[in-house]
T-cell receptor, first 113, second 111 residues
Framework: DQQVKQNSPSLSVQEGRISILNCDYT??????FLWYKKYPAEGPTFLIS?????DKNEDGRFTVFLNKSAKHLSLHIVPSQPGDSAVYFC????????????FGTGTRLTIIP | NAGVTQTPKFQVLKTGQSMTLQCAQD?????MSWYRQDPGMGLRLIHY???????DQGEVPNGYNVSRSTTEDFPLRLLSAAPSQTSVYFC??????????FGPGTRLTVT
């Protein structure tokens, strides 16, 4: 049972445009959400997070939106750059961010120059 | 500050062999964990530790053992390797919250 779902395995976006990556979850106990970015042959790196008490969190070009009623979050990257090409994982935890993360299956983002 | 280090980077085992994947961190983080990444499955938690001497099972613990004798080290032991354990293994650490720092991974093949 996949509690965190990323239904788009891949996404291609023109450089300079907006990239939108989506994530859905089924466990209503999740209250802390994170996005990780992964390059080939490297470990994932933390990108941005959001607590369920917020509906938006912004960090530079990256914004995460949370819709609790729909159990849906999205990551917006504006403007997209070639270095953003990577696999993006959505992750969730309960208890406002304990250490046990449940990951989605990832979305491969390709930025086209 | 090396962060999270993992050795070896690559390993090939025969079915039934045992081995230990090493993980160390120099950030004095209390929490450490092991994940495996398989195609189409994302990362799945194998075991985790909230401090020296304390370990617990994650989502997919069968076939793996861990111990945490020091804050710095968190080795993962495969007791009797099986082809189903072919995967990429990531170790991670964090101070308290969920923003974990991952190592570069160990690619394991069991034949």
């Amino acid at each position: 049972d996949q509690q965190v779902k990323q239904n788009s395995p891949s996404l291609s976006v023109q450089e300079g445009r907006i990239s939108i990556l989506n994530c859905d979850y089924t466990n209503s106990m999740f209250d802390y959400f994170l996005w990780y970015k992964k390059y080939p042959a490297e470990g994932p790196t933390f990108l941005i997070s959001i607590s369920s008490i917020k509906d938006k969190n912004e960090d530079g070009r990256f914004t995460v939106f949370l819709n609790k009623s729909a159990k849906h979050l999205s990551l917006h990257i504006v403007p997209s750059q070639p270095g953003d090409s990577a696999v993006y994982f959505c992750a969730a935890s309960d208890n406002f961010g304990n250490e046990k993360l449940t990951f989605g299956t990832g979305t491969r983002l390709t930025i086209i120059p | 500050n090396a962060g999270v280090t993992q050795t070896p980077k690559f390993q090939v085992l025969k079915t039934g062999q045992s081995m230990t994947l090493q993980c160390a961190q120099d950030m004095n983080h209390e929490y450490m964990s092991w994940y495996r990444q398989d195609p189409g499955m994302g990362l799945r938690l194998i075991h985790y530790s909230v401090g020296a001497g304390i370990t617990d099972q994650g989502e997919v613990p069968n076939g793996y053992n861990v111990s945490r004798s020091t804050t710095e080290d968190f080795p993962l032991r495969l007791l009797s390797a099986a082809p189903s354990q072919t995967s990429v293994y990531f170790c991670a650490s964090s101070p308290t919250k969920a923003e974990q720092y991952f190592g570069p991974g160990t690619r394991l093949t069991v034949t």
